[in-house]
């Protein structure tokens, strides 16, 4: 077998681990070490190869904003910064038909903006919205999905985990896939609402046919303000020293893990007992993240080897299929990619292996970070394996909402997704705006 083939052949065998079960950094790493034993003929130097890129992928400075943003997003949680985001929005949109969906939708676009991580955003708003939604007449069905759909704006609204990936991936700025993500995060945000709100009126059935308004605690300024800036505080302190350059990601991370500390503390929200659970979150979640971050990195290099890639981006350019034939087959394979792996797989994967076709064509790394994300974010929406609503149904006190109940409250939010990755694919302003 040529280099060629047998990249080919660790593709498929990948792809039939996967379907079999096998955790993917674990797939990952017996593929790239068998491709690269088959490549060079000795499992010693393969052995070698693989150890000097994990070395090479972790020991990276850069790879600290990984621990360092899952620990703020875990403190967030414990502190009840996302409970007061849940107040505040419902205390604002109470008199709107779908008021309780509209601030389940506003909560997470702020809980997003001091977190970065899906799964926080969707395990938080399941114990807090789920219960008060059905309480007031939501369907079970629509109170898991918005709290689903909605918890996607944690990877797409900075600061966001996914997009540091991406980064450091393609070695391009986080500043500036931060800044890129706001316009389109808040764009999806609100088709969101607008989508609540229309479910509201025109598909009560779906939504819930007999809505009350949530008008048995009205907070005065005076409450709203003291639930309200400290996210606000955490938020300028966070994003607004990235953007006015005082301090790195890197940095911007630990300063925001101290921020949430010190307001979990004064708060006393914040005990000895949730810390440590908190640390013991972080480094599982790291842990996973880290893990298969490695994998990604052994697997392309593996690619690399075998001259997969190059081959590819030859075919894309004597295909004569142009540019759009070429984002939008991409676009296509990662939303069917996000049916089985995770988005964090998804993008550790495909962005090496498509970065030297798409490089040549001239296009903005930035922009195509930002519909690769969208599109990965879709995934994780869609069954079999949508990671945000598997985290719901872990999360969800209540055995009448069933697994496949949650994939179908959340599939208006998935299309939803869909019109705004196809606005950014067409209007890429959307994301270049704040740059330049």
């Known amino acids: 077998m040529t280099s060629f083939e047998i990249g080919l052949a660790t593709l498929g065998a990948m792809m039939v681990l996967v379907y079999a079960g096998l955790w993917v950094p674990i797939a990952l790493m017996l593929c790239s070490y068998v491709g690269v034993w088959m490549i060079k003929g000795s499992p010693l130097l393969a052995g070698k190869l693989l150890a000097l890129a994990a070395s090479e992928t972790i020991s990276s400075y850069f790879f600290g904003v990984v621990p360092l943003f899952v620990l703020m997003g875990f403190l967030v949680s414990v502190s009840g910064l996302g409970r007061d985001a849940y107040d505040v929005a419902n205390q604002l949109f109470r008199r709107v038909k779908g008021g309780l969906g509209v601030s389940t939708v506003a909560a997470n676009a702020i809980f997003a903006a001091i977190t970065g991580i899906s799964i926080a955003s969707a395990a938080v708003f399941t114990r807090i919205a789920v219960p008060e ?11 898991v999905g918005v709290v689903a759909g909605s918890s996607v704006l944690g990877m797409l609204i900075p600061p966001s985990l996914l997009l540091i990936l991406y980064g450091l991936l393609t070695e391009q700025s986080v ?25 509201a009126y025109f598909w009560p059935s779906f939504i819930g046919e007999n809505l009350s308004e949530d008008t ?65 979150d972080t480094g599982l979640v790291t842990a996973s993240v880290c893990f298969l971050i490695i994998a990604a990195q052994m697997y392309s290099r593996m690619l690399a080897l075998s001259g997969v890639p190059q081959e590819f981006g030859v075919f894309v350019a004597t295909a004569d299929i142009g540019f759009w034939g070429v984002i939008i087959a991409y676009v296509v394979l990662l939303i069917v990619m ?24 001239g296009v903005d790394l ?55 990755l196809l606005a950014v694919l067409v209007y890429p302003p959307l994301t270049t705006a704040l740059i330049q």
């Open 175 to 199: 500043g500036d896939l931060f800044l890129a993500g706001v316009l389109p995060g808040i764009l999806l945000a609100i088709v969101f609402a607008g989508g609540v709100i229309s479910m």
């Open 133 to 143: 939604m059905v309480r007031h007449g939501y369907t079970g069905k629509f109170s």
């Open 216 to 280: 048995e605690h009205d907070m005065g300024s005076a409450e709203m303000a003291k639930k309200g800036l400290p996210i606000l505080a955490l938020i300028l302190l966070v994003l607004g020293g990235i953007y006015a350059g005082v301090f790195t990601p890197i940095e911007a991370g630990a300063v925001g893990c101290l921020g949430a500390i010190i307001i979990g503390l004064f708060r006393r929200s914040l005990t000895l007992s949730n810390f440590w659970e908190v640390l013991t």
């Open 366 to 420: 930035v922009w195509f970070g930002i519909v690769t994300v969208i599109a990965v974010e879709i995934g994780l929406l869609t069954p079999p394996f949508g990671i945000s609503v598997f985290v719901i149904k872990s999360t969800l006190d209540d055995d009448s909402i069933s697994l496949g109940e949650i994939f179908r409250g959340a599939a208006p939010f998935a299309l939803m997704m869909v019109v705004v």
């Open 338 to 361: 996000g049916t089985i792996l995770d988005s964090s797989s998804i993008m550790l994967i495909m962005v090496p292996l498509m970065l030297p076709v798409i490089q040549p064509l």
